[in-house]
């Protein structure tokens, strides 16, 4: 059974950092593409970041770029998302998520709560 | 980047009564290597991660039931649930996922009986 968990979350002052991951089990991880995906209370869904299979390619939307970094390791089998320069708009449900072959999403975590509040 | 408009925002129907979503994609989003659209549906409860209905546009999510479609073309695309059952009542996102990312979504539709 696909499983991700993420951890990680909680509530940081503007400008703070957080680590947040995300533990795969259940298929292997190293063969897919892994994206971070987020949710600010009330709101839709935002894309925030993918990487590739090996770690070789990673992309961001233009509102993290420069603050945030994707990272995984594959003996881990783990997921990563380094926030930094956090802002209050940063603020939301981060879910990580199994790309399909193509970049939808059948298998998603339960999500960590961010909260960037002073 | 790609803008992804979802109509309406909010719709109430009936139960048995057809619901239709419709999501517009800001280019066409037709992936040419294998002649399909890079769309797909979602559905999101409350407090839950959201559930993957629809992808390539019009290709069901293993165990997802009969009455939910997908539909459209190049930049318009429809979710259609062809009678409401009152397991349905959530928020649906589309999401293109064509070429470079970001992968954009729509703003959701909550749907409502």
């Known amino acids: 059974e696909v499983q991700l968990v993420e951890s990680g979350g909680g509530l940081v002052q503007p400008g703070g950092s957080l680590r947040l991951s995300c533990a795969a089990s259940?298929?292997?991880?190293?063969?897919?593409?892994m994206t971070w995906i987020r949710q600010a209370p009330g709101k839709g869904l935002e894309w925030v970041a993918n990487i590739k299979r090996e770690g070789t390619e990673k992309y961001y939307v233009d509102s993290v770029k420069g603050r945030f970094t994707i990272s995984r390791d594959n003996a881990r089998e783990s997921l990563y998302l380094q926030m930094n320069s956090l802002r209050a708009e940063d603020t939301a449900v981060y879910y990580c998520?199994?790309?399909?072959?193509?970049?939808?999403?059948?298998?998603w975590g339960q999500g960590t709560l961010v909260t960037v509040s002073s | 980047d790609i803008v992804m408009t979802q109509s309406p925002d909010s719709l109430a129907v009936s139960l048995g009564e057809r619901a239709t979503i419709s999501c517009k994609s800001s280019q066409n989003i037709l992936y040419s290597s294998n002649n399909k659209d890079c769309l797909a549906w979602y559905q999101q409860k409350p407090g839950q991660p959201p559930k993957l209905l629809i992808y390539?546009?019009?290709t069901r999510e293993s165990g997802v039931p009969d009455r939910f479609s997908g539909s459209g073309s190049g930049t318009d695309f429809t979710l259609t649930i062809s009678s409401l059952q009152a397991e349905d009542v959530a928020v649906y996102y589309c999401q293109q996922y064509y070429g470079t990312p970001p992968y954009t979504f729509g703003q959701g539709t909550k749907l409502e009986i």
């Open positions: 390539w546009a019009s």
């Open positions: 259940g298929f292997t991880f190293s063969s897919y593409w």
């Open positions: 998520a199994r790309d399909q072959g193509g970049s939808y999403y059948s298998y």
